[in-house]
């Protein structure tokens, strides 16, 4: 089954990220500007607690050792939530961040609009280069399905 429809347009390849707050495991604010000058994995998908979003964690914590790039999960999760999963999982190569208090992620258009998963982010993946700019996007066919990790990987050693 495709993903569930999504609230907008998604930010076309060679145009500017739009703004990205988050808020960390620790409830400080992030963004993504915070991440200027750095290649950039931008994983949003619906929640940690679902079995296929903590595999994406898991395996991009595994493939961002070494990489030379930044891997940011966004999702709607709480900070509490992505606390307890991070320190459960051993994710200390990834940043999470929870999409609840700006949704920013509406900007992206990556919010599902309709159904039962509506109000969650749909399963996204972009890499976004050193200066800002929109380089890769991979909507996955299903909400259930994984990314395509070796087409995220070659796009951001491109970039490095």
Not at 42 to 55: E, G, N
Request: with cysteine; glycine share 8%.
């Amino acid at each position: 089954m495709p993903q569930p429809p999504f609230n907008g347009q998604l930010p076309a390849i060679g145009t500017t990220a739009p703004q990205l707050r988050y808020v960390k495991t620790d409830r400080a604010e992030g963004a993504l500007s915070d991440h200027l000058g750095q290649v950039v994995v931008l994983l949003m998908f619906p929640s940690v607690d679902t079995s296929t979003c903590a595999l994406e964690t898991r395996t991009f914590n595994k493939l961002a050792t070494g990489l030379g790039a930044t891997v940011l999960a966004v999702t709607a999760d709480l900070p509490f939530a992505l606390h307890r999963f991070c320190a459960a999982e051993g994710i200390d190569q990834v940043v999470t961040g929870s999409d609840f208090r700006y949704r920013d992620a509406d900007a992206w258009g990556t919010r599902i609009a309709a159904g039962a998963m509506a109000g969650v982010l749909g399963r996204v993946t972009f890499v976004i280069d050193k200066d800002g700019t929109v380089r890769y996007c991979e909507v996955a066919p299903e909400l259930g399905a994984e990314p395509d990790y070796e087409a995220a990987l070659r796009a951001t050693k491109e970039l490095l």
